[in-house]
Antibody, heavy 117, light 109 residues
């Protein structure tokens, strides 16, 4: 059974870097069939696609976040990560990781990250 | 970046049929946008109902279907049930990058 679990601090100070990890079990992130994806949802709002990474190293980012964003893979730990720097209150959201291909079939439960001093 | 549009809200009677649509400001939505449809209920993560325009997930009810119509992607729910009340989001692909629609709040009443 494929499972994804987001991990990281729930509170980040403005101007600092938001760092999250998605721990994957039941599937290898080295499998070239999948794109490892981050999505967020601002409180009470809709979904926003952040970006994804492929095992080959190809990454695609949301243009509105690209200048602050890095998504990376750690094959030794079977996990992938998101780093978003220079955060503001507008980055407060529930962050989801998911596996794309087969239609984003598997999602993590989501983790709320609040940006506040 | 592209803007994807959905009806903000729709209401359907129990047992009725409703169609949600997903448009793009770049022109007609095509198979090449690989439309996805998600359902989200309060406090839950979204789950995919449809991808690649009309491919269902194992848990997608038979009364749910996806298509292209009138230059948009469409999600049709036939024989609506109370449990269909939820937020629905579409997602379109643009040469690798993806954009969500703003979502449709579906009420079954």
């Amino acid at each position: 059974q494929v499972k994804l679990q987001e991990s990281g601090p729930g509170l980040v100070k403005p101007s600092q870097t938001l760092s999250l990890t998605c721990i994957v079990s039941g599937a290898s992130i080295s499998n070239g069939n999948y794109y490892w994806t981050w999505i967020r949802q601002h409180p009470g709002k809709g979904l926003e696609w952040i970006g994804y990474i492929h095992y080959s190293g190809n990454v695609y980012y949301n243009p509105s976040l690209e200048s602050r964003l890095t998504i990376s893979l750690d094959t030794s730990q079977n996990q992938f990560s998101l780093e978003l720097n220079s955060v503001t209150a507008a980055d407060t959201a529930v962050y989801y990781c998911a596996r794309d291909n087969e239609g984003l079939k598997f999602w993590g439960q989501g983790t709320l990250v609040t940006v506040s001093s | 970046q592209a803007v994807v549009t959905q009806e903000p809200s729709l209401t359907v009677s129990p047992g009725g049929t409703v169609t949600l649509t997903c448009g793009s400001n770049t022109g007609a939505v095509t198979f090449g946008h690989y439309p996805y449809w998600f359902q989200q209920k309060p406090g839950q993560a979204p789950r995919t109902l449809i991808y690649d325009t009309n491919t269902k997930q194992p848990w997608t009810p038979a009364r749910v279907s996806g298509s292209l119509s009138g230059g948009k992607a469409a999600l049709t729910l036939s024989g609506a049930q109370p449990e269909d009340e939820a937020d629905y989001y579409c997602l379109l692909s643009y040469s690798g990058r993806k954009v969500f629609g703003g979502g449709t709040k579906l009420t079954v009443l």
